[in-house]
RNA sequence: GGGCGAAUAGCUCAGUUGGGAGAGCGCCUGCCUUACAAGCAGGAUGUCGGGGGUUCAAGUCCCUCUUCGCCCACCA
């Protein structure tokens, strides 16, 4: 065999992006055309074009990378759909925030050319965007790209807005709705964050219009008295039984308004009376209806007092208004207390202005039929969530569902597909142009000018960008999807809905399993933001540690439903971790030369390579069962502890036994060996470390072929994932190699406690317990230990006597003399017995006392009875022989 | 006002059916042993938040309390 060779020092620069364009070239992103088996699929959820991508991207990406890798090798037909979101608000804001720095506005742009330029930036970000995918090396299949306002993804849209308009659950109508005066437009009740606000409660009295006497009110905002149309107070309220009916005169203004009665009102709350303000708040909007009250809007979309109110007021913001009315009713001696209040304020999710409740006439999806469809779905298992106990979150909503606001005042996205005849008063609720259209020849259409709520998109995300409502082979193969992973705050913005949305076109929920990821979190704890400068750029991460370190690290921290509290230093992990690979499989290539390969069925198995066999065996089915159950920690501690702990630490340098021997053919057998067993276990790393193991493939020689009976890939990415073999598996090996490695750490641990340097050779006499069932295996094993422990000359012995004038270290089932007792000093090494001593008589009574106890015999699985009773003949074993240890030493 | 999560080694966190407490980093000791000092070998460190209960057996199940965090909710 040649001797490939591998740089000196490890950098992930020299080959990550020539793997990454080999894979691309591979066509191994593309699903394989072979239909007759199950597909896995994933959709990518959308990134928003606003921005690039930041370290949650960094995770949910790794995340469907590793989920779509293992099920690739694992031979399905699979598929990553990438694509972006216009993200119609977020967008929107970022382009006006442009404008505004040079100077100029939307509307002195106008429609078409701000539209244009939005979609200038949407292709800027949309090429870092898949630059960091890249990056990252996800492997999803580009050919298959898709944008929300692409024109497929448009004609979906506007089929949906029709098709749901045609059966009833899209209406129109005049109502309160949350409005972002900075913003400018609707949102729904889901864009709209609570936050607890210290702010102050006013009361305020308003005198009877007919005679003396008052009511007093309390509000929290009392500008909006602007706009009252009524007072409310609860009907058993002796307090102000007397004054139902009666009418106040509202301060500050000419307005005379009732005393009404309402059971909505809280006799504990506040003076027990509550001014009504039909157009400003849902409450009153809904007393208002009730009790037929008018409804006085008082601001402009803006936010600003509009001429609804009196005069002095126009044009003064929410802030303003609210200084300037509080001074008057105070000067006019209608504020009777000013006291401090905290409570829940609305603010816009994307801009974090004040949410005003306002009225307009806006677009709305009826949700109830859907969310009932969404819960029967859950009901019957159709759906799964990782962790459960989301499924809290996700029932909880549709349980509560309200109707859904899908109109926005904002020029970025998919124009409403409704057109009005004003003369007619006509509403034309069109899949097509109706102006291009020769039966509406010489009537004066108006398209309506709002767009689409960005989730009304991207709820039918999972079947638009397989080409529905076109009925496309990859929709008919594809759908529904097999997974999402997401984060749990998009839940109801996006995970219910699609699956609603699923069912109502599609007559399946989008997906079987909804993995929600934690929050990708600052080593403290807090939420990454711009804003506290703790975010990190999955860019930099690459740069600094590698691909593999990003999405190794992520993985491995990634204990399923917790955050993930990382900081840059974090990735060390993973790209320590790619060195050692690094560095093992340099050395494995450096002993080729001169080898010639045993194929593997002729090469006879030592138990040493039976042991490494066993642990790769359990190693594989650890991954396939925390895969099974998106563990992802579970599996990267899987792989990480084989390769490194055991592959690399004990395998590897057991190795050198042979390496370093004369034996051609034993070089020969354990070189093969070695070429097998890292073969297989790079196609084990390679969902985890895939740029890597891809780059160390490559480099194996060409001939050789796979222990496993699978067949060589041109490309990692596309070969076999490794499986379980029960003939593989070797308890009583692997019970025999633990008690080999036990009895080499005792003795380097002597070494250490004694200082012993490597160098320095001791010899040793083994003496095994009469029923030791690992006596052969170690007896077989001599010249193994002897290199791993240092040991100079090794004998096995059938009685005490080499104690003598020796340093014992103690196992179970043997006691290993070394021959160092002229290097030490006594009273340390009877120390050390006696700690020894100590540690066994702690177990040892916490054993018996269990096999003592009550019940335990009884009613303890009988396995579990054994082990105990197991252990206490070992623990006693090893203490007694500990004893006359310590005897010796003091004797002498 | 409901619901959920977290509390385990100095730090950040794992711990899958209940059956002798783990990792990474940090710390201490000794090693530049011809793959790797981004390394090797060894070591120290825990009333598993408090209290109660179930059980032969609890970090793990139940109740309760405390402290953080998140989500939902129309109390002006």
Redesign the pocket.
């Known amino acids: 065999m040649k001797a490939a060779e591998l740089a ?4 992930h620069h020299d080959f990550e992006d020539r793997v990454y364009e080999a894979w691309r070239a591979s066509g191994g992103f593309r699903p394989d055309e072979d239909g007759s088996r199950d597909p896995f699929v994933i959709v990518i959820p959308p990134p928003n074009v606003t921005g690039v991508l930041h370290m949650g991207h960094g995770l949910n990406n790794s995340l469907q990378d590793i989920l779509i890798r293992y099920y690739r090798m694992k031979g399905r037909p699979t598929l990553w759909v990438p694509g972006t979101d216009h993200a119609g608000i977020a967008t929107q804001n970022v382009v006006e925030r442009k404008l505004r720095e040079e100077g100029t506005t939307r509307e002195e742009l106008g429609r078409d050319e701000f539209v244009e330029r939005t979609w200038k930036m949407k292709e800027e970000h949309h090429s870092v965007i898949t630059k960091q995918l890249e990056k990252i090396g996800a492997s999803c299949d580009w050919s298959r790209e898709r944008f929300t306002l692409d024109d497929g993804l448009s004609r979906a849209v506007r089929e949906v807005f029709v098709a749901l308009y045609e059966r009833n659950l899209v209406y129109r109508g005049e109502y309160l709705v949350n409005w972002c005066t900075s913003c400018g437009t609707a949102l729904s ?2 864009e ?3 936050r ?1 606000v210290n702010g102050q ?1 006013w009361r305020v009295r308003y005198p009877l219009v007919d005679g003396p006497g008052s009511i007093e ?5 009392p500008e909006t008295m602007l706009g009252d149309t009524g007072v ?1 107070v ?1 009907p058993a309220d002796e307090r102000y039984a007397h004054l139902v009916g009666a009418r106040v005169r509202l301060p500050l203004t000419d307005r005379e308004i009732p005393i009404v009665e309402d059971s ?12 009504i303000t039909p157009a400003h ?3 009153d909007w809904a007393m208002g209806e009730r009790h037929d009250l008018a409804r006085i809007n008082v601001l402009t979309a803006a936010g600003l007092i509009n001429e609804n109110a009196p005069e002095k007021y126009r044009g003064m913001t929410v802030k303003e208004a609210r200084k300037a009315v509080v001074a008057d009713l105070e000067s006019r001696g209608f504020l009777v207390e000013v006291k401090d ?1 905290v ?2 304020i609305g603010h816009c999710y994307r801009c974090d202005t004040v949410i005003e409740p306002w009225q307009s006439t806006q677009w709305f999806v009826r949700m109830q039929p859907l969310a009932e469809k969404a819960l029967k779905a859950w009901e019957d298992g159709e759906i799964v969530f990782y962790p459960r ?1 989301w499924e ?2 996700y029932t ?2 549709l349980r ?1 569902i ?1 109707d859904w606001c899908i109109s926005r005042q904002l020029w970025w996205g998919h124009r409403i597909p409704v057109w009005y005849d004003d003369e007619s008063g006509d509403v034309i609720v069109s899949r097509t142009d109706p102006t291009e259209d020769p039966a509406y020849a010489g009537r004066s259409l108006r398209q309506d000018p709002d767009v689409l709520d960005t989730w009304f998109s991207s709820w039918i995300w999972p079947f638009s960008t397989l080409g529905w409502p076109e009925q496309t082979p990859d929709l008919d193969r594809f759908y529904p999807t097999t997974a999402l992973v997401t984060g ?2 998009i839940i ?1 913005f996006w995970v219910a809905r699609m699956v609603m949305a699923g069912i109502e076109f599609m007559g399946a929920a989008p997906f079987r399993d909804i993995y929600i990821t ?1 929050l990708v ?1 600052d ?3 807090r ?1 990454m933001s711009k804003s506290l400068g703790n975010g990190i750029d999955p860019l930099d991460i690459v740069d600094s540690y590698g691909a593999d370190a990003h999405k190794f690290t992520l993985a491995y ?1 990634s ?5 993930v ?2 900081e840059t ?2 990735f ?2 993973g ?2 971790f ?3 690979i690094w ?2 499989t ?2 494995l290539l ?2 080729l030369g001169g080898r010639t390969p045993v194929p593997f069925a002729e090469v006879t198995l030592d138990n040493v390579d039976r042991w490494i066999y066993h642990r790769l065996n359990d190693t594989i089915a650890r991954m396939d ?2 895969m099974a ?1 998106y ?1 992802f ?2 599996a990267a ?1 899987g792989v ?1 502890e084989f390769f ?1 702990n055991d592959f ?2 004990w395998y ?2 057991a190795s ?1 036994l042979s390496l ?1 021997a004369e034996d051609d053919r034993e070089k020969d057998r354990k070189m093969s060996l070695l070429l097998y067993v890292l073969e297989e276990t790079m196609r084990l790393l390679h969902p985890l470390m895939s740029f890597i193991s891809e780059e160390i493939y490559g480099q194996l020689p060409d001939t050789l072929q796979p222990a496993d009976g699978t067949r060589r890939s041109p490309v990692l990415m596309t070969a076999a994932f490794p499986r379980v073999h029960g003939e593989r598996s070797n308890e009583s090996v692997a019970a025999s190699f633990a008690s080999l490695q036990e009895l ?2 005792g003795v ?2 002597v ?3 004694f ?5 320095r050779k001791i010899d040793a006499s083994v003496r095994f317990e009469a029923d030791f069932a690992s006596a052969q295996f170690i007896r077989s094993a001599s010249n193994l230990i002897t290199m791993l422990a240092g040991i100079g000359a090794l004998e096995f012995v059938e009685d005490e006597d080499r104690r003598a004038g020796s340093i014992t270290a103690v196992g179970t089932g043997f006691e290993v003399y070394l021959d160092v007792r002229a290097l030490i000093d006594v009273d340390t090494e009877v120390s050390r017995i006696e ?1 020894a001593i100590e540690k066994e008589e ?6 018996t006392r ?1 096999l003592s ?4 015999v ?4 009988p396995e ?1 009875v054994a ?2 009773r197991e ?1 206490v003949r ?2 006693e074993n090893r203490l007694e022989r500990l004893r006359r240890v310590l005897d010796d030493l003091t004797r002498s």
């Open positions: 000196k020092t490890f950098d009740d889901d709209v964050e609570h607890e409660i009110v309390a509000t929290t905002r409310a609860h909505f009102v809280d006799r504990e709350f506040g003076t027990g009376a509550v001014k708040d849902p409450n209040h409570h829940q106990r809290n979150t909880h909503w509560n309200r749990y705050d109801f934690g979190r080593i403290h704890g939420k921290l204990a399923q439903g917790q955050d509290p990382i230093e974090s060390q992990l790209s320590k790619a060195n050692k560095n093992a340099r050395y450096m002993n069962a925390a159950e563990r920690n579970e501690h990480y490194w690399c630490d590897i340098e050198k370093y080499v750490r380097r641990t070494r250490s406690e200082a012993i340097p490597p160098v700690r702690r177990l040892l009574l916490q054993s269990k106890s009550e019940g335990f009884a009613k303890a699985k579990v082990r105990e252990r070992e623990t």
